[in-house]
């Protein structure tokens, strides 16, 4: 067998999630839900002729986009020969594609190999409207004081305890993570509106981009000040930080190796 690492871009508005799941009735799996998993997994089987698994670095949840997720799949080494991204994007939805595909030691691994991701909130700064281009991809959260919400960015930076930030379940061994970028994009005059932070770590909890940019937008709303970043970290408790943030605008953008 070999094994061959993926990079795979997805829109998530009509996806649940990336991990394969089903409907179940009365505890009894009825049908696959539609997930970028399920979607892959089912083209790589029946291009290989045999069952093939796909491991990405961390699952997505419903409605979040990516970039470059990153994943894993054995195939049979007379299958090197495909053009497995020929034969990927001319088979799989308008709403994901394959954009690399290379052999890797079998001792790779997309989840556990993993040293950091990046990813990034986008922010609509209007309740008026919101261009349909964007309005998959972005929160339409209205306006926002963007210089308090920098401030209590800089609280949760480094490596913390960030339990306040974590949605239930998934059990963790520890739910410490190094943050070692929050940032606000630079200001495009073209999109005065739009504002875009990034977010990157040796990892993240269930949820924890979504609820610290909850955070942030309840700071550049008035509804705390930025000083309270520090305090909610400190608690511990995820019931004392805010709500989370919409799925839509998320993206996950980098995966590090």
């Not at 950091?116 to 008026?128: E, R, V």
């Not at 511990?236 to 980098?254: E, F, I, Q």
Request: hydrophobic share 40%; with cysteine.
């Amino acid at each position: 067998m070999q094994r061959l690492k993926l990079t795979i871009s997805y829109v998530g508005t009509r996806f649940y999630g990336w991990q394969r799941q089903s409907l179940r009735r009365n505890g009894v799996p009825v049908t696959e839900l539609r997930t970028v998993q399920n979607e892959l997994e089912t083209l790589a089987s029946r291009i290989a002729g045999q069952k093939v698994n796909i491991h990405a670095s961390g699952r997505t949840d419903t409605g979040v986009h990516a970039e470059a997720q990153v994943a894993h799949m054995d195939i049979p080494k007379s299958k090197l020969g495909v053009n497995w991204i020929r034969a990927f994007n001319t088979q799989l939805p308008d709403d994901v594609a394959v954009s690399a595909v290379e052999p890797v030691d079998r001792d790779f691994h997309a989840q556990y190999g993993a040293h950091s991701k990046l990813y990034a909130y986008s922010l609509w700064l209007s309740y008026d409207y919101t261009p349909p281009r964007l309005r998959p991809f972005v929160w339409p959260c209205g306006p926002l004081r963007l210089e308090p919400m920098q401030e209590a960015a800089r609280y949760l930076l480094g490596r913390h305890d960030f339990a306040s930030f974590r949605n239930s379940g998934v059990d963790y061994d520890s739910t410490v993570r190094t943050l070692t970028r929050l940032e606000l994009a630079p200001s495009d005059n073209t999109r005065p509106l739009l504002a875009t932070w990034y977010f990157e770590a040796d990892g993240f909890l269930k949820q924890m981009v979504r609820n610290l940019m909850g955070l942030l937008v309840d700071v550049g709303k008035g509804k705390l000040a930025p000083e309270a970043a520090a305090a909610i970290l400190a608690a511990k408790d995820r019931t004392r930080s805010s709500a989370t943030a919409p799925a839509s605008g998320l993206t996950l953008m980098r995966v590090d190796y």
